[in-house]
């Protein structure tokens, strides 16, 4: 999940996503396409928070992978802050 664009992996649902979700995002184009574009942290959590917001929007809040997705999706903050101290880039005090 969220490693390839939706609509190359599920083919069968692509103009219904299309429908729904205008701006989609996943993975494998954050890190080919995307990644070497950006110029702030920021930028990276925004493309990963709009993958995970893809796939609420689009399986709505009942569905088993609503709820994945959210859990990923808080769990970012702590991801970033461990992949920085393992880097070695010291975060603001408000991170810390």
């Known amino acids: 999940m969220f490693t390839v664009p939706v609509c ?7 103009d219904d996503y ?3 979700v205008t701006e ?10 995307r ?17 995970f917001k893809n796939c609420c929007v689009f ?7 609503y ?7 808080h769990s970012l903050n702590d991801v970033f802050k ?3 101290e393992e880097e070695g880039v010291v975060l603001p005090p408000r991170f810390a």
Not at 8 to 14: D, K, L, Y
Not at 24 to 32: A, C
Not at 59 to 65: A, F, K, M, Q
Not at 67 to 73: H, N
């Open 18 to 20: 299309k429908a729904i």
């Open 82 to 84: 461990e992949a920085c």
């Open 24 to 33: 989609p995002m996943d993975l494998r184009t954050i890190e080919e396409e």
């Open 67 to 73: 709820g994945y997705a959210v859990e990923i999706w």
């Open 59 to 65: 399986n709505g809040e009942g569905s088993e992978y």
């Open 8 to 14: 190359e992996a599920f083919p069968e649902v692509a």
């Open 35 to 51: 990644l070497p574009t950006y110029g702030l942290m920021a930028e990276l959590q925004e493309d990963l928070i709009l993958t």
